[in-house]
């Protein structure tokens, strides 16, 4: 008869190791989490802060996609005054790149900006 043979301590140590790491990622993870006050009615509602937030956040992205819009029009008229034309077409495919790029981390930050407001309130939440 063939007994089963105990595993070893290498890998004793391995499985503790691992379940040490869960649950140290476990902690960190959780005391991030910000304690809420649970109202016995619901949550309290501001919508007019709410709709302020998000007119700011609104006229933020035009001002900035207005700037952006400026800077590539400059930017390009740049690239047009350059002699050679293989430097040109450089130019424009790196400026479309630029602005392209430009554009959509102003929308990324609309996006932050808006995913924000849904936490504006009187501050006893947080």
Not at 5 to 18: D, E, G, H, K, W
Not at 96 to 125: K, L, P, S, T, Y
Request: with cysteine; aromatic share 0%.
């Amino acid at each position: 008869m063939h007994l089963a043979s105990r595993p070893s301590v290498l890998r004793r140590i391995a499985t503790r190791l691992a379940l040490a790491a869960v649950v140290l990622a476990s902690a960190i993870v959780l005391t991030q989490c910000q304690l809420v006050q649970d109202n016995l009615m619901g949550v309290k509602v501001e919508p007019e802060k709410n709709r302020s937030c998000l007119r700011d956040c609104r006229e933020t992205l035009e001002d900035a996609m207005e700037a952006e819009d400026q800077l590539h029009d400059h930017n390009q008229e740049a690239c047009e005054e350059l002699d050679d034309h293989d430097a040109r077409r450089t130019c424009r495919a790196e400026e479309r790149e630029r602005h392209r790029n430009a554009a959509q981390g102003i929308r990324d930050a609309f996006r932050a900006c808006v995913n924000d407001c849904h936490h504006q309130g009187g501050g006893r939440g947080r």
